[in-house]
Every structure is written in structure tokens, then in C-alpha cells.
């Protein structure tokens, strides 16, 4: 050990404890874990609690060495004795004794769980780690217990088959109030179920007692487990009703119900009405409910004929884009029960003339149905009077059928040119977009595939993405090998990266491009983002379309085919860019994982990831205590000198050092000549720090315009990050400030955005 730590160690003198910052970090790294022993060695005895000497002493060499060790890269070689050091703090007194002062051994153990889960990415250390950490769940200090929470929940990020081993700790955790590490529950459900299937009951309880913000994931919980197990599920569905009322629980409620409605629709019966009502609040869920109607409507014909009858009053005055969805249900309960087509013709007939393909082409296919099973001759054929030709794909075996058992025919119906937008949109995982084939349902003899994407942005999918693909085709054979894999690769790039919630497909000048959307993930009331996406444009279409297949894909908690409506929607947004494109999607999304190369783009600087709460946050959200320091009567305002270039050439240029002013929608600066210049923040496309490497700090920062590109550096990284996060500020504001004026004082409710868009 080097003799400044022993000398300061064996005689616990504070007075020489600062010099060891002096120490260089090469020169002591060899010696940590013994220091960490003599540290063990010192608070391991019941004086420590009233020396106030030793206390300091060991707060100051503990900073040393987890200073230490990170500057050397070293925990592997020392996370055994930090652990030790934590064991040990378990067998003294944690609990606090006033409210606002945490004991001398709470202390030790809050800033080694702090060193140890700076490395929750490494296997080695965490394998060590969370066997200890587990065990403080039970302590009687909830600031202690809420920690361990929070480092728990990162760590299940890479190591859910290491948390998954403590499941029955965590759940008892969760029962007695420590409702917080309720999160970790979804993420590792799968690889220890056990556990949560006994307690089910218990965890449901729960829901009643727990905020809204915490009910998300045991709602999310019983999702997982209705996917694995329904029956468990089927006896809570009254008390999950009862959230049903509520705008953030409702979508996951329903969600659940849906999968519970293709196993057992009976038991959904006494809850018809409870699912219908959610209508009346929340229309834009009227998707997920008439999954579940359509499913209930095949226990009998007159539960048929409630669910098509609340169908067809509806489909006539929904948002259009979710018609075809509602419409698709409607054919399956009129192919289930014949008769009930008729009395519901004339409100489905009303719709011939809409905008969409797809609800036009469903509309025809109802109106053949009704033909057929009433035995009426078919007028005369449609081709006479439409031009436009769409490809229907049906799978399986339809009445009179001359192709054997399994085959797929095909047949062209001409249909007339649509008004409807040329881009098509997905949303992430969106459960307002899944569309459950007619094939699904019991006693369905036909099924004619349809793609159009319903997800909340406005606009619609092609016909041509229906996907005729078997049950078992090359996609889900790929992700069933490396399900796993792909979760642990997904849960460890949210930590790194934001991932879009949804992405479209942009006819640009000379080539399309796919345009990607991000939200906030805590929209708090002075959220930059609380009414609209950051948007980004990339030339990367591959690379992302292949993440967010993955990230489909690890959310889902089974393998997924081609048939799944998410992954048909990736698909349809690839194939819109064909003849740009020489790969297949199957070949896209079965390549090795995509690399780090994102991080380059720094496209990620307008959002910072919250740890503590597990999601991607804007600055004013993460940072509401430094708002104020920025704004002055609410809007942003810096001074100070920069150095700016700006040009195409700025590598020939040379830097000009000026005064610049933000301040009322203007960043402004004063020349030689003492005239000013400004800029106005309305032209500001993007805002972007500047760094030369994935963990650099910025140095500088660049400002794009429609024409001019800026690179101005500041002193240094603070005044660097205080320039830039004004700057957004002022940007996000001006537009959205435009947008009011432009929509006379309100803006449209989301996804609708306009975010001026950010190149990658």
C-alpha cells in the first residue's frame, strides 16, 4: 500500500487525508483493494458511528478510490473488495435516525452502489454487485431502499438473466411499498416467470394503492404475462376495467384485453360495456376495441351482432385513417355470421367514396360478401368503372375455392386513384396500429390481407405491403434463435441512444428519404416537446429501419413474422424505397446488429437520458432547476463573446471573435464597425454541439440554416452547453409561436409536427 494511504489509514489523520489527491491515479491503482480493506477495517466496528474523525477520513478515501478507479479503468480488478465493503455495511445500523441525516454506514454504502453501477454494463461486475445490492431492498432507510430501486432498474438494462434470479426479493419488495421497483418487473417477467405468476393476485392489489406512474408497469406486467400465461389474467379484468378511464393506462389495458380476447373472448363478456365506454373518451382508441368487440362477437351470433352494430355506428364518424381497422372487424364478424351483414350495409356503404384505398377496397370486399352469402348476382363488375389497379392476396381456403389447402391466390381488382397522402407513416411498436387478420378468428374461411397503417399520424400505408408470407417465415425463425440477444442489444441501446417513436417515408427532390420522429420521455408542463416530435431526416434508411424492427421486436414477448401488422408497416416503409435499395427487408433486418456509428451524428444532443426515471427527457425537463438561470420573463436570454466562422469553406477561414446577443426571438452581434447584424431564431433550422469523440465534451457548436452553416466556439464546455440549450429553447419557441399564428392560436394535437427538421 502506498504510505500515504497506510499512514493516513493506521493513524486516521484527516490532516494529511487531502494529499491524497495529490497521488497520481497509476501510481495507487495497484494498492485500491487493499486501501478498501483498510477502509473495511476501520468502519467495521461500532466507534465508527460516534468518531466523527474516522467518518471523515473514510468519506475522503473513498472518494480517492473511486476516483481512482475510474480514471484507471480498473473496476474489474477491485469490485470484490467494493462489494465486500458493501456486505459489511448491511451488518451495521441504516436506518435513519432524524429525517435529514443518513448514518456514517448508509453513507459508505450510497457511494459504492454509485461506483459499482457506473459499470452496470459489465457482466463481471454486476454479476458481483446485484447479489449484495439485492439484500438492501429490506433495509429500513427509504432513501437507501429508493436507490437501490434506481440502480436495480439500470442494471436490468444488460443483466435482466442476473436481476431475473432475485424476482421473488423484488416482487416481496414491491408488495410491502417499494412500488418504484415495480419497473423492473416487465423486463425480466420472462426470464424467471414463476414467481410472478404466484403472486399475481398480490401485484394486482397493488395497482389500487400505487400513483398512476407505477401502475404503468404492473399494467405492463400483467400485458406480459397475458401473452404467456391468459388464464392468470382472466380474474383481474374487472379490476383493470377500472382504469380504463384513465388516458395513460387505458391504451395498456386495452392492449392486454386484446391478447386475452384471442385466447378466451368469453371472459370478456361481462366487460363489453366498460371497453365500448372507452370510446366516448378517448376515440382514438376505438382500434384496440374493435379487436376486442371483434373477438367477443365470435362466442355466438348475438354477441355478432352487438359488436358489428357498435362497429357500423362508429366507422362513419372516426378519424378515417382507423377506418380500415373498424371495417376489417366488421368483415370478420359478417364472415363469421352470415346474416349480420345487411342491416349494417347502408352505414358501411356510406364509405365507398373515401379518400382511402384501403377503407374503398375493404368497403367492395364487404359488399361481395353480402352478394355471395344472400345468393345475388353480382351487378356487373367493378374494373368497368374504376382505373388504378391493387393487388389483393388471399390466404387460405375461400368457398369454391380451386386452389388446394394453404395455396395463396392472387387477383388484380382495379380500383379509382386516391387522394390520399403519398408518405406513409409508422408508429413504434404502436398498439393503435395492429390489425388482426380475419384468418385469426375461429371460424373465418377466408382472409384477404390488407395493409394500412393506422397509427395516430394521419396518413395511410399502400395496398401493396399485404405480406402472403407462411406463419413460420424467415423473420421469426431469425428472431426466435436470437430473441434474447436482441432484447439485451435493445435495452442496452436505450441507455445509449433515443430511439424514434415513429418514422415515415418522404418523397424528397431527387430520392426519397425516411423522416424520424422523437418525443420527450417526461413532457413535463415546461417540456420543449409536450405538443410536438423533434424531427430528424436521415440518408441512414437501412440502418434505421433494421433499430426499430429490433426494438419492435424486443418489446414484443414472443418471436414475430412478417404477418405481424409492425413489422408488415417496417416493411411497406422499406419497400416504398425500392429501386433506391438493392436489399431485401428479410435480408435488412436478419444482419448482424447495426454498430455505434450513430454516436458520430450526435444527432441526440437536444435530449439527455434520465437514468434515475429510465427515458430520453428534453433539458427543461431534466433540468427544471437551471431553467430559471436561463430565461428572463420567460424566454431565453445569453450574452458573450463567441468565436464564428460560417461559410462553406470554414476550414480556409479564420476565427472571428464577436459579441453576440439571444434576446427576443433575435441572436444578434455587433461588428468591427460597431453596426449590428442579426440573425432571426425563425431561421435557425438545428442547433448541434460539437465534439470530436463519443465522450468529448463540446467544444463549440454549429447553428443551420436553409443557406448558411455557423461554427462559433465559446470559453469553455458550460458556457458551450449554456449557448446551445438557450438556443433550442429559442428555436422550439419561435416555431411554435409561427404555428399559432398560422392555426389561429391553437396547435394540432400530436403527431403532427413542426419541429423544423434536423439532417443526418
Same mark, same amino acid.
Request: include cysteine; glycine fraction near 6%.
Given at each position: 500500500?502506498?504510505?500515504?494511504?497506510?499512514?493516513?489509514?493506521?493513524?486516521?489523520?484527516?490532516?494529511?487525508?487531502?494529499?491524497?489527491?495529490?497521488?497520481?491515479?497509476?501510481?495507487?491503482?495497484?494498492?485500491?483493494?487493499?486501501?478498501?480493506?483498510?477502509?473495511? $477495517?476501520?468502519?467495521?466496528?461500532?466507534?465508527?458511528?460516534?468518531?466523527?474523525?474516522?467518518?471523515?477520513?473514510?468519506?475522503?478515501?473513498?472518494?480517492?478510490?473511486?476516483?481512482?478507479?475510474?480514471?484507471?479503468?480498473?473496476?474489474?480488478?477491485? $469490485?470484490?473488495?467494493?462489494?465486500?465493503?458493501?456486505?459489511?455495511?448491511?451488518? !451495521?445500523?441504516?436506518?435513519?435516525?432524524? @429525517?435529514?441525516?443518513?448514518?456514517?454506514?448508509?453513507?459508505?454504502?450510497?457511494?459504492?452502489?454509485?461506483?459499482?453501477?457506473?459499470?452496470?454494463? @459489465?457482466?463481471?461486475?454486476?454479476?458481483?454487485?446485484?447479489?449484495?445490492?439485492?439484500?438492501?431492498?429490506?433495509?429500513?432507510?427509504?432513501?437507501?431502499?429508493?436507490?437501490?430501486?434506481?440502480?436495480?432498474?439500470?442494471?436490468?438494462?444488460?443483466?435482466?438473466?442476473?436481476?431475473?434470479?432475485?424476482?421473488?426479493?423484488?416482487?416481496?419488495?414491491?408488495?410491502?411499498?417499494?412500488?418504484?421497483?415495480? #419497473?423492473?418487473?416487465?423486463?425480466?417477467?420472462?426470464?424467471?416467470?414463476?414467481?410472478?405468476?404466484?403472486?399475481?393476485?398480490?401485484?394486482?392489489?397493488?395497482?389500487?394503492?400505487?400513483?398512476?406512474?407505477?401502475?404503468?408497469?404492473?399494467?405492463?406486467?400483467?400485458?406480459?404475462?397475458?401473452?404467456?400465461?391468459?388464464?392468470?389474467?382472466?380474474?383481474?379484468?374487472?379490476?383493470?376495467?377500472?382504469?380504463?378511464?384513465?388516458?395513460?393506462?387505458?391504451?395498456?389495458?386495452?392492449?392486454?384485453?386484446?391478447?386475452?380476447?384471442?385466447?378466451?373472448?368469453?371472459?370478456?363478456?361481462?366487460?363489453?360495456?366498460?371497453?365500448?365506454?372507452?370510446?366516448?373518451? #378517448?376515440?382514438?382508441?376505438?382500434?384496440?376495441?374493435?379487436?376486442?368487440?371483434?373477438?367477443?362477437?365470435?362466442?355466438?351470433?348475438?354477441?355478432?351482432?352487438?359488436?358489428?352494430?357498435?362497429?357500423?355506428?362508429?366507422?362513419?364518424?372516426?378519424?378515417?385513417?382507423?377506418?380500415?381497422?373498424?371495417?376489417?372487424?366488421?368483415?370478420?364478424?359478417?364472415?363469421?355470421?352470415?346474416?349480420?351483414?345487411?342491416?349494417?350495409?347502408?352505414?358501411?356503404?356510406?364509405?365507398?367514396?373515401?379518400?382511402?384505398?384501403?377503407?374503398?377496397?375493404?368497403?367492395?370486399?364487404?359488399?361481395?360478401?353480402? @352478394?355471395?352469402?344472400?345468393?345475388?348476382?353480382?351487378?356487373?363488375?367493378?374494373?368497368?368503372?374504376?382505373?388504378?389497379?391493387?393487388?389483393?392476396?388471399?390466404?387460405?381456403?375461400?368457398?369454391?375455392?380451386? !386452389?388446394?389447402?394453404?395455396?395463396?391466390?392472387?387477383?388484380?381488382?382495379?380500383?379509382?386513384?386516391?387522394?390520399?397522402?403519398?408518405?406513409?407513416?409508422?408508429?413504434?411498436?404502436?398498439?393503435?396500429?395492429?390489425?388482426?387478420? $380475419?384468418?385469426?378468428?375461429?371460424?373465418?374461411?377466408?382472409?384477404?390481407?390488407?395493409?394500412?397503417?393506422?397509427?395516430?399520424?394521419?396518413?395511410?400505408?399502400?395496398?401493396?405491403?399485404?405480406?402472403?408470407?407462411?406463419?413460420?417465415?424467415?423473420?421469426?425463425? +431469425?428472431?426466435?434463435?436470437?430473441?434474447?440477444?436482441?432484447?439485451?442489444?435493445?435495452?442496452?441501446?436505450?441507455?445509449?441512444?433515443?430511439?424514434?417513436?415513429?418514422?415515415?417515408?418522404?418523397?424528397?427532390?431527387?430520392?426519397?428519404?425516411?423522416?424520424?420522429?422523437?418525443?420527450?420521455?417526461?413532457?413535463?408542463?415546461?417540456?420543449?416537446?409536450?405538443?410536438?416530435?423533434?424531427?430528424?431526416?436521415?440518408?441512414?434508411?437501412?440502418?434505421?429501419?433494421?433499430?426499430? +424492427?429490433?426494438?419492435?421486436?424486443?418489446?414484443?414477448?414472443?418471436?414475430?413474422?412478417?404477418?405481424?401488422?409492425?413489422?408488415?408497416?417496417?416493411?411497406?416503409?422499406?419497400?416504398?424505397?425500392?429501386?433506391?435499395?438493392?436489399?431485401?427487408?428479410?435480408?435488412?433486418?436478419?444482419?448482424? +446488429?447495426?454498430?455505434?456509428?450513430?454516436?458520430?451524428?450526435?444527432?441526440?444532443?437536444?435530449?439527455?437520458?434520465?437514468?434515475?426515471?429510465?427515458?430520453?427527457?428534453?433539458?427543461?425537463?431534466?433540468?427544471?432547476?437551471?431553467?430559471?438561470?436561463?430565461?428572463?420573463?420567460?424566454?431565453?436570454?445569453? $450574452?458573450?463573446?463567441?468565436?464564428?466562422?460560417?461559410?462553406?469553406?470554414?476550414?480556409?477561414?479564420?476565427?472571428?471573435?464577436?459579441?453576440?446577443?439571444?434576446?427576443?426571438?433575435?441572436?444578434?452581434?455587433?461588428?468591427?464597425?460597431?453596426?449590428?447584424?442579426?440573425?432571426?431564431?425563425?431561421?435557425?433550422?438545428?442547433?448541434?454541439?460539437?465534439?470530436?469523440?463519443?465522450?468529448?465534451?463540446?467544444?463549440? +457548436?454549429?447553428?443551420?440554416?436553409?443557406?448558411?452553416?455557423?461554427?462559433?466556439?465559446?470559453?469553455?464546455?458550460?458556457?458551450?452547453?449554456?449557448?446551445?440549450?438557450?438556443?433550442?429553447?429559442?428555436?422550439?419557441?419561435?416555431?411554435?409561436?409561427?404555428?399559432?399564428?398560422?392555426?389561429?392560436?391553437?396547435?394540432?394535437?400530436?403527431?403532427?409536427?413542426?419541429?423544423?427538421?434536423?439532417?443526418?
Amino acid at each position: 500500500m502506498h504510505a500515504l494511504f497506510e499512514e493516513v489509514l493506521t493513524k486516521r489523520d484527516l490532516s494529511k487525508a487531502g494529499m491524497l489527491f495529490s497521488l497520481e491515479d497509476k501510481d495507487i491503482e495497484t494498492d485500491l483493494s487493499q486501501v478498501v480493506q483498510g477502509i473495511h $477495517a476501520i468502519a467495521d466496528t461500532d466507534e465508527y458511528e460516534i468518531s466523527d474523525n474516522d467518518q471523515s477520513v473514510v468519506e475522503i478515501c473513498i472518494t480517492r478510490v473511486t476516483t481512482a478507479i475510474r480514471e484507471t479503468s480498473s473496476i474489474e480488478k477491485h $469490485a470484490k473488495a467494493l462489494v465486500d465493503l458493501l456486505a459489511m455495511c448491511q451488518k !451495521h445500523r441504516l436506518a435513519q435516525a432524524n @429525517k435529514d441525516e443518513d448514518p456514517p454506514h448508509a453513507k459508505i454504502a450510497s457511494d459504492i452502489m454509485s461506483c459499482l453501477f457506473m459499470y452496470y454494463s @459489465k457482466a463481471c461486475v454486476m454479476r458481483l454487485a446485484i447479489p449484495a445490492v439485492v439484500k438492501l431492498l429490506d433495509c429500513d432507510n427509504k432513501d437507501l431502499s429508493r436507490s437501490v430501486s434506481s440502480y436495480l432498474s439500470l442494471a436490468a438494462i444488460d443483466n435482466a438473466d442476473l436481476l431475473a434470479e432475485h424476482t421473488t426479493i423484488i416482487v416481496s419488495s414491491v408488495l410491502n411499498g417499494n412500488y418504484l421497483l415495480g #419497473q423492473v418487473l416487465p423486463q425480466i417477467y420472462l426470464q424467471n416467470p414463476e414467481p410472478v405468476h404466484e403472486h399475481l393476485s398480490d401485484l394486482m392489489g397493488v395497482l389500487e394503492k400505487c400513483e398512476t406512474s407505477d401502475r404503468v408497469y404492473l399494467v405492463q406486467l400483467a400485458g406480459a404475462v397475458a401473452k404467456k400465461e391468459p388464464k392468470l389474467v382472466e380474474e383481474h379484468i374487472g379490476a383493470m376495467c377500472n382504469y380504463l378511464s384513465s388516458s395513460i393506462l387505458a391504451p395498456l389495458v386495452l392492449v392486454t384485453f386484446v391478447d386475452l380476447a384471442m385466447t378466451s373472448p368469453a371472459a370478456l363478456l361481462p366487460h363489453r360495456e366498460a371497453v365500448m365506454g372507452v370510446v366516448e373518451q #378517448q376515440p382514438a382508441l376505438i382500434c384496440q376495441v374493435a379487436q376486442i368487440l371483434g373477438a367477443i362477437g365470435t362466442v355466438d351470433e348475438e354477441e355478432g351482432r352487438k359488436s358489428i352494430e357498435f362497429l357500423a355506428s362508429r366507422v362513419g364518424s372516426m378519424d378515417q385513417t382507423l377506418s380500415p381497422l373498424v371495417l376489417q372487424e366488421i368483415r370478420g364478424l359478417g364472415l363469421a355470421h352470415h346474416h349480420l351483414l345487411p342491416p349494417v350495409m347502408d352505414e358501411v356503404e356510406k364509405l365507398a367514396a373515401s379518400g382511402s384505398s384501403a377503407v374503398r377496397l375493404l368497403v367492395q370486399q364487404i359488399k361481395e360478401d353480402n @352478394k355471395k352469402y344472400l345468393g345475388e348476382k353480382e351487378v356487373r363488375s367493378v374494373s368497368s368503372q374504376t382505373e388504378g389497379t391493387v393487388t389483393i392476396i388471399t390466404v387460405g381456403n375461400p368457398p369454391n375455392a380451386t !386452389h388446394p389447402s394453404g395455396t395463396i391466390s392472387v387477383k388484380h381488382t382495379l380500383l379509382p386513384p386516391s387522394g390520399a397522402d403519398s408518405q406513409q407513416s409508422l408508429g413504434k411498436a404502436s398498439s393503435g396500429s395492429t390489425v388482426r387478420l $380475419a384468418s385469426e378468428r375461429a371460424g373465418s374461411p377466408t382472409s384477404t390481407l390488407v395493409s394500412e397503417n393506422t397509427s395516430y399520424s394521419g396518413t395511410t400505408l399502400p395496398l401493396g405491403v399485404a405480406s402472403g408470407e407462411p406463419v413460420r417465415d424467415g423473420v421469426q425463425q +431469425f428472431c426466435e434463435k436470437h430473441l434474447t440477444k436482441i432484447k439485451g442489444f435493445i435495452n442496452k441501446l436505450n441507455a445509449s441512444i433515443p430511439l424514434p417513436t415513429k418514422c415515415s417515408v418522404v418523397n424528397g427532390k431527387h430520392k426519397r428519404y425516411v423522416r424520424l420522429y422523437f418525443v420527450c420521455g417526461r413532457q413535463s408542463p415546461q417540456c420543449l416537446y409536450s405538443s410536438q416530435h423533434f424531427i430528424l431526416n436521415t440518408h441512414l434508411p437501412k440502418l434505421w429501419i433494421h433499430l426499430m +424492427f429490433l426494438s419492435v421486436q424486443a418489446n414484443a414477448p414472443a418471436a414475430l413474422s412478417q404477418r405481424d401488422t409492425d413489422v408488415s408497416c417496417l416493411k411497406a416503409c422499406w419497400d416504398a424505397l425500392k429501386g433506391e435499395r438493392n436489399s431485401s427487408f428479410l435480408t435488412v433486418v436478419t444482419s448482424s +446488429f447495426p454498430t455505434q456509428k450513430l454516436h458520430e451524428e450526435r444527432y441526440f444532443d437536444v435530449f439527455e437520458f434520465n437514468a434515475a426515471c429510465m427515458h430520453w427527457a428534453c433539458f427543461m425537463c431534466n433540468h427544471p432547476e437551471k431553467v430559471s438561470g436561463l430565461l428572463q420573463d420567460g424566454l431565453p436570454e445569453i $450574452a458573450g463573446q463567441l468565436k464564428e466562422k460560417k461559410g462553406k469553406w470554414k476550414v480556409f477561414k479564420r476565427w472571428k471573435t464577436r459579441y453576440f446577443t439571444l434576446s427576443g426571438g433575435t441572436f444578434t452581434y455587433s461588428k468591427s464597425n460597431s453596426r449590428k447584424e442579426t440573425l432571426p431564431v425563425s431561421k435557425i433550422q438545428s442547433v448541434k454541439a460539437v465534439r470530436k469523440g463519443i465522450r468529448d465534451t463540446p467544444r463549440a +457548436f454549429e447553428i443551420f440554416t436553409d443557406d448558411q452553416t455557423y461554427v462559433f466556439k465559446a470559453k469553455g464546455q458550460q458556457n458551450v452547453e449554456q449557448w446551445v440549450q438557450c438556443l433550442h429553447i429559442a428555436v422550439v419557441r419561435s416555431h411554435m409561436n409561427e404555428d399559432r399564428r398560422t392555426w389561429g392560436g391553437s396547435l394540432p394535437q400530436r403527431p403532427q409536427s413542426f419541429v423544423t427538421d434536423t439532417k443526418l
